[in-house]
């Protein structure tokens, strides 16, 4: 069984900061890609940033704020969050793009989301 797992979410004041971690675990060939998204009330699904290969890719609302890692030998991405504001309140998903040792092909993998609370 494949799967990503979030960690790291909570509750914060403005301009504070928060670090999520997200795990890959399982029979996994091989990783493409990790990112994040996150999803406010209302609101749709979004990207917040991700990791292809050595490239990294960002929303405009965090650029500046957010720096996305990955570690590849611990299959881990992380997202260092700084200068937090109340509209990054959201629940966000880890998502990675990988093959196990019992599939042909890529597939995306879904964690269950973590809370992000910014209070002002």
């Known amino acids: 069984q494949v799967q990503v797992v979030e960690s790291g979410g909570g509750l914060v004041q403005a301009g504070g900061s928060l670090r999520l971690s997200c795990a890959a675990s399982?029979?996994?060939?091989?990783?493409?890609?990790m990112g994040w998204y996150r999803q406010a009330p209302g609101k749709q699904r979004e990207l917040v940033a991700d990791?292809?290969?050595?490239?990294?890719n960002y929303a405009d609302s965090v650029k500046g704020r957010f720096t996305i890692s990955r570690d590849n030998a611990k299959k881990m991405v992380y997202l260092q969050m700084n200068s937090l504001k109340p509209e990054d309140t959201a629940v966000y998903y880890c998502?990675?793009?990988?093959?196990?040792?019992?599939?042909?092909?890529?597939?995306?993998?879904w964690g269950q989301g973590t809370q992000v609370t910014v209070s002002s």
């Open positions: 998502n990675a793009e990988m093959r196990s040792y019992s599939s042909s092909y890529f597939r995306v993998y």
């Open positions: 399982g029979t996994i060939f091989s990783i493409n890609a």
């Open positions: 990791v292809r290969g050595g490239s990294t």
